[in-house]
T-cell receptor, first 111, second 111 residues
Framework: DTAVSQTPKYLVTQMGNDKSIKCEQN?????MYWYKQDSKKFLKIMFS???????INETVPNRFSPKSPDKAHLNLHINSLELGDSAVYFC??????????FGPGTRLTVT | SQQGEEDPQALSIQEGENATMNCSYK?????LQWYRQNSGRGLVHLIL?????REKHSGRLRVTLDTSKKSSSLLITASRAADTASYFC???????????FGQGTRLTINP
């Protein structure tokens, strides 16, 4: 009965590869997010979707493409991975009182 | 630049003592939220305080908000070893439809 789940938990890949991270929430929330947390723990928003529509794109390189097939899912596809993409990526959804529920994170390591 | 700045960056206290963390921000907000992140995990929502509120309590947590000084504090009373984690403040910026996170305070409770 996990509220926000992400797969995979760990992802190790080489520069230039393309990879995807999947996120699902079973809370019935309309709004979902992708965040990037760097090695200094700084958490930065990347994208936000409301009911399958993109509402925030925080000047993320267009190698990153989010896709929301339905309001319970928000996936992140990354093309041509670079060393600087190494980070922990978190998916989150927003509850009715504006609090956010985070997934467990996907640790991406690009070598 | 970051919206939220937290102080201190790291705090180490003995079990049973109180822990206070501070957060300052720059622009007008709808609300301010505090989250906890245990090592290797996602963030967990602790408490939300609205811009028209000055103080809020939840169990051993007490949050204050001073909008004139653009600052908030989180007090954890009677700390326990399980409180060891990073704590983040996040501001729901007016008109921005997103949360902006501070860099976090790493709290260590020594048994």
């Amino acid at each position: 009965d996990t509220a926000v789940s992400q797969t995979p938990k760990y992802l190790v890949t080489q520069m230039g590869n393309d990879k995807s991270i999947k996120c699902e929430q079973n809370l019935g929330h309309d709004t979902m997010y992708w965040y990037k947390q760097d090695s200094k723990k700084f958490l930065k928003i990347m994208f936000s979707y409301n009911n399958k529509e993109l509402i925030i794109n925080e000047t993320v390189p267009n190698r990153f493409s989010p896709k929301s097939p339905d309001k319970a899912h928000l996936n992140l596809h990354i093309n041509s991975l670079e060393l600087g993409d190494s980070a922990v990526y978190f998916c989150a959804s927003m509850g009715p009182s504006y609090e956010q529920y985070f997934g467990p994170g996907t640790r991406l390591t690009v070598t | 630049s970051q919206q939220g700045e937290e102080d201190p960056q790291a705090l180490s206290i003995q079990e049973g003592e109180n822990a206070t963390m501070n957060c300052s921000y720059k622009t007008s907000i709808n609300n301010l939220q505090w989250y906890r992140q245990n090592s290797g995990r996602g963030l967990v929502h602790l408490i939300l305080i609205r811009s028209n509120e000055r103080e809020k309590h939840s169990g051993r947590l007490r949050v204050t908000l001073d909008t004139s000084k653009k600052s908030s504090s989180l007090l954890i009373t009677a700390s326990r070893a399980a409180d060891t984690a990073s704590y983040f403040c996040a501001t729901d910026v007016e008109g921005a439809q997103k949360l902006v996170f501070g860099q976090g305070t790493r709290l260590t409770i020594n048994p």
